[in-house]
């Protein structure tokens, strides 16, 4: 026999207040509206067969709750398990990500306009993968937990703008809280965590922050969490927009770039990635070629198959209740109204 259930149960709390309501009903000498057609059921005239109307109502209205709390049958009920990876993105958002040193349609574009696809590459294309964000400039915030909702991440990726945190380049603390938030027991072989792993996207140097990226990379190495960085931007002098106190630009001007790409280099060979750069078109590919090659961890959910709503079935008999206890009261109207017979 298929099991059944009760989608919205809290409705079978309004079934306690029809007692209430009669039993207040009754202690009342003139009726009051409180459920359709009330008054008619409590005239004095009416007899003892005339509570058929009354029962009805009650009748219909108790089906119609039932209704709400929507019953349904369960059909098949199984646990779904799907295979991934669980990927923390750490984000740079310091103030030289403003560089203007790539191109997109023929129009100048900065850094961050520039690995904003690359962000989104990552949230697209492994659909079976928990992804969370870390955004850092002068310090480093979760921008996002570990989820399945991509959906959501796209939004959060879409509103990311330079300027959001006090400016600096606190790779070290970037690292060090996207590793914090893969840490979970559950994925745990002894000390190295399974199937977990940190995506570093960066323009520049270390140059604040309280963990040292060499501190944040042993970390790394210990849990076994392999750091794949990809660095940002040219080399040698980039155009850089000015800005005026209002905000308003007001030219370009050119800065040198800081990219440390043998720090990045060393973070991903140290802890068992690989260092890309945003400008190759294969970067991409590359990396997540690189990923899949390890073993993916299990994911469980219990899923709810082939449900089917049983909400009809008290639906309309409760509406069929109404209208005939409705029909019934109309029809004793007339007798009630009408003059005693004299000859």
Known sequence: ???????????????????????????RAVPVLLVPFAAAWHRPSLAASSRWPAGLAVAGLVLLVIALARPQRIEDKREVHSQGYDLMLAIDLSGSMLAEDYEKNGEAINRLQAIKPVIQAFIDKRPSDRIGIVVFSGRAYTLAPLTFDHDWLARQVSRLKIGLIEDGTAIGDGLGIALTRLEQAAREQGA???????VLLTDGANNRGSLAPAQATQ?????????YTMGAGRDGLVPFPVFDQ???????????????SNALINISQTTGGQYYRIDDTKAIESAFKSIDRTQKIEFQSKSYLLTTELFTWFAAPGLACLLLAALLIRARRPSMSAPPFSS
Request: proline share 9%; net charge positive; aromatic share 8%.
């Open 219 to 227: 970390i790394a190495k210990s849990r076994g969490i392999p750091v």
């Open 246 to 260: 209002n905000g308003n630009r007001m030219g370009t001007r050119r800065i040198v770039a800081d990219l440390d």
């Open 1 to 27: 026999m298929p099991p059944y259930t009760l989608h919205d149960p809290l409705w079978l709390l309004a079934l306690a207040v029809f007692p209430l309501v009669l039993w207040l009903r009754g202690r």
């Open 192 to 198: 190295q965590r399974k199937g977990a792993f940190v």
